[in-house]
């Protein structure tokens, strides 16, 4: 199993920016896709799922500003951030999502710097 994030960068507060999370080593049309971040010193947490129905979950601060899609054809994961905000600064990571919510891979691969400042 392979994750690779990609398409992180600095940004200042209120802009906007599209992650994209491209798997191998298994097939993501039969499994549950998320978003987790991680800020330095912090646990990461997910962020936002996409079921293999194409229902969706944000957390409570994410709801309103990004959007989760998937393309199964092309094995890819997206995250589409608006209204970027300094505390959404962290380490995005892509992974397939439990049942309970938890990562179902324990390979993460290196995920991707979101910086927001001014």
């Known amino acids: 199993v392979q994750l690779q994030a990609s398409g992180g960068g600095l940004v200042q507060p209120g802009g906007s920016l599209r992650l994209s999370c491209a798997a191998s080593?298994?097939?993501?049309?039969?499994?549950?896709m998320g978003w987790f971040r991680q800020a330095p010193e912090k646990q990461r947490d997910l962020v936002a799922s996409?079921?293999?129905?194409?229902?969706?979950y944000y957390g409570e601060s994410e709801k309103g500003r990004f959007t989760i899609t998937r393309d199964n054809a092309k094995n890819m994961v997206y995250l589409e951030m608006n209204s970027l905000k300094p505390e959404d600064t962290a380490v995005y990571y892509c992974?397939?999502?439990?049942?309970?919510?938890?990562?179902?891979?324990?390979?993460w691969g290196q995920g991707t710097q979101v910086t927001v400042s001014s």
């Open positions: 996409i079921s293999t129905t194409g229902i969706t």
């Open positions: 080593g298994f097939m993501i049309s039969v499994v549950a």
């Open positions: 992974n397939a999502v439990s049942a309970s919510g938890r990562p179902a891979y324990t390979s």
